[in-house]
């Protein structure tokens, strides 16, 4: 009996999903929140994937069996007044025609989520995803349930939202900041909660959060003559996948894994220069972190400098990380960090190959840059020059000696009242010891935007990459990157796009919709009104790593339909 698909609506779907509110009202009467703002934003997508997977056996009579419908919405709520908050954001997802059956038996395509996930509807999700009360005084705030917090540079905690990699990591339970005088102090102590719906990605085998509980407190000092000095210190329990399932608070009754310790300073005016710099020292407690031997010393530190000789500006950055990384071991199978730290790196460029360094865990470097104004506000072109020593050769390496990177990076910018251009060449070395080799990259991005006349503005954003292996024990094999977008700003609110990748890289997990390694697509984006934009999309785009904020994530490529709609009140 040949497949047969279903489509599956879902309940959640139709009610949530379809029909996306936007909404800002004023409230009136006489109770404590009269004259308070109630706003609502909401985001919706709905995507029709092409799946080139076929049933064996019904390659020429079903080819797109496994095609299905995705609808994403989210929808945040705030309530205002003074320096009273209270938010929520609701979370939901609905796979139509994802299950088929197949001699009279049901078969599902895509699982949107894993059998641990209670769901009253077979093919959809909702969520209450984030929820909190915020009160701000002039000497206290305090905010209960999901917030967010970074120290200092973000190495020893940065649990924040990640917008341009799908990612929001918030910690829930209480955070407190009291002001006195020159002194700021801030507590929080709660259990990680990372979302579980992606808005802008694939979502697949959704599952129970692993839930871990993080504390931490924070002293700053301002105006101590040029400087400003801090302290810091959080503590770590991290949940197992073997551990057994029952409400995360038990973490609070586990040994803690870890302790991170820090200081920073950051100075200004000094001789002309202004300075940041953070020393922290990792404690890790259990031998899990690695691989079940005994821990080994931990620290991280960071310098930036900034100097403004007439219309220059020298940037000087310095790191030097050691097993830093490794806090987020258990984090990392969840897709989220709960520390970040400053990479250095030109994150445009970043490959399977350099998003080790990115997280080394044995890694030391430097980068400078020199920016001038040519034309104050109009021309200006820069130089960087980053060099570092990655000493590490397990994890996500592919080298099997410690390597020398070295990347010069070349640029210029140009913005005049109708057009600008901006753009950008380098080459990154990954020269690594005992004769193994070296990695090549070279990279050109360019975007250029000019008048069109009565049509409006065009804008071209163009990238080119060639990545060449070193010696490799299991080979890979060289490759080029081209992504290329053409757009026609045809008004205040229409856009038009046309978008071109091509990558004959043997890691992509991809296939064009063109040819092989050629992918193609055109969007149209309608903005009746500053606060609502929608999006029509069709065609594919590659998969590949994306970096933003010294965290790496690999993303799917897509194929097929997607709308999009984005409203804000």
């Known amino acids: 009996m040949a497949p047969r698909a279903l489509i599956a609506p879902t309940l959640a779907g139709v009610l949530l999903g379809t029909t996306p509110a936007f909404a800002s009202v004023t409230l009136e009467g006489q109770g404590p929140l009269a004259g308070g703002t109630l706003s609502l934003s909401d985001r919706f997508a709905l995507r029709y994937y092409h799946v080139d997977d076929v049933l064996p056996g019904f390659e020429e009579s079903n080819p797109n069996l496994h095609d299905y419908v995705e609808e994403v919405n989210r929808l945040n709520l705030l309530l205002s007044k003074g320096g009273f908050a209270a938010g929520a954001q609701i979370d939901q997802v609905g796979l139509f025609a994802n299950r088929y059956y197949l001699d009279d038996e049901l078969y599902h395509s ?243 190959d350099s998003s080790a360094a990115v997280n080394s865990n044995d890694i030391s470097g430097a980068r400078v840059r020199v920016d001038y104004a040519l034309k104050p506000g109009v021309l200006m072109p820069y130089i960087s020059v980053a060099a570092f020593r990655d000493r590490e050769l397990g994890g996500l390496h592919f080298n099997r000696a410690p390597e020398t990177i070295v990347h ?54 163009s990238a080119f990459m060639r990545f060449m292996w070193g010696d490799n024990p299991a080979q890979q094999t060289d490759f080029t990157d081209v992504v290329n977008a053409l757009a026609l700003h045809a008004t205040d609110k229409w856009t038009f796009i046309l978008w071109q990748d091509f990558s004959d890289n043997p890691l992509v997990r991809s296939t064009g919709n063109i040819a092989e390694n050629v992918y193609g697509a055109g969007e149209v984006q309608y903005k009746p009104s500053s606060s609502l934009t929608t999006s029509l999309f069709y065609g594919a785009y590659k998969a590949g790593i994306r970096c933003a904020g010294g965290q790496c994530r690999s993303l799917p490529g897509f194929q097929g339909l997607r709308f999009g709609l984005n409203g804000t009140f």
């Open 408 to 461: 010069p990076v070349v640029g210029v910018q140009w913005l005049g009242q109708e057009a600008h251009v901006i753009a950008t060449a380098g080459g990154r070395a990954d020269i690594r010891d005992e004769g193994y080799g070296t990695d090549v990259n070279a990279h050109v991005d360019l975007d250029i935007q000019l008048p069109a006349g009565p049509l409006g503005s065009l804008e071209l954003s």
């Open 110 to 352: 895509i699982e949107l989520y894993d059998p641990e996930i209670r769901s009253p509807w077979p093919d959809a999700y909702l969520g209450l995803e984030k929820v909190y009360l915020r009160g701000k005084g002039e000497h206290l705030e305090v905010n209960v349930g999901d917030g967010y917090v970074s120290f200092g540079r973000g190495i020893a905690l940065n649990l924040v939202r990640n917008t341009n990699i799908d990612l929001d990591s918030s910690l829930r339970g209480v955070r407190a900041v009291v002001r006195a005088g020159n002194w700021d102090f801030t507590g929080v102590s709660g259990l990680t909660n990372p979302q579980q719906v992606q808005l802008d990605n694939r979502n697949v085998g959704i599952h129970t959060d692993n839930q871990h509980m993080v504390s931490g407190m924070r002293a700053e000092r301002f105006g101590l003559g040029a400087f400003n000095l801090g302290v810091h210190g959080v503590a770590y329990s991290f949940a197992r996948s073997s551990d057994p399932e029952g409400p995360g608070v038990f973490q609070y009754q586990r040994p803690l894994d870890a302790l991170v310790g820090g200081v920073t300073v950051e100075g200004f005016g000094l001789a002309g220069i202004d300075l940041i710099g953070e020393f922290d020292w990792f404690e890790y407690r259990s031998p899990d972190f690695f691989g079940g031997d005994e821990p080994e010393p931990a620290y991280a530190a960071y310098l930036s400098a900034s100097a403004y000789p007439g219309r220059t500006v020298v940037l000087v950055e310095a790191k030097h990380y050691v097993n830093t990384e490794l806090i987020n071991t258990f984090t990392g199978v969840d897709n989220y960090e709960v520390a970040v730290a400053p990479s250095l790196e030109y994150e445009r460029v970043i490959t399977e």
